[in-house]
């Protein structure tokens, strides 16, 4: 699996990229990578985008160790941001929608997910388009 971040300090977005083959652990490693930039605060609006998704092979338990993480990180935040997917394909949403089932009874919001960029950008506060300018580029790792 590929994952990688981009922020956006001015428009307070995090872009993540997933592709390839999903595993829980791989993600565990980026946010801790993600937590230590220094354009990062757990205000950031977020777009995980799942367009590259071919396969996913998720331990709950990893899974739900990366959650805990990330609960905690957030939990420093009076309202944290909603987490936008892009899943347009079946196996994105599949993916989309299995992290959506581990946020399920957490204190946190639900993520939204949306099938197109169009839908996703509805979401985010991104007024010169430079969201929709690097989800259409390269991301570096």
């Known amino acids: ?39 990062y605060h757990p205000k950031l609006q977020q777009l995980a985008d799942f367009t590259e998704v071919v396969s996913v092979e998720l331990d709950y338990a990893k899974a739900m160790q990366a959650m805990r993480t990330t609960l905690a990180e957030l939990k420093q935040v009076d309202y944290p941001p909603t987490p936008i997917y892009l899943a347009p394909t079946d196996v994105a949403m599949s993916f989309a929608k299995m992290i959506c089932h581990l946020w399920d009874g957490l204190p946190m919001p639900q993520p939204i997910i949306c099938e197109t960029t169009d839908e996703a950008l509805r979401f985010l506060d991104d007024p010169d388009d430079r969201l929709r300018q690097v989800i259409s580029a390269p991301l570096l790792p």
């Open 1 to 39: 699996m590929t994952v990688s971040f981009k922020i956006l300090a001015k428009e307070d977005i995090v872009y993540f990229r997933y592709s390839g083959h999903i595993r829980a652990g791989e993600t565990k490693a980026l946010l801790a990578k993600l937590t230590v930039d220094p354009d």
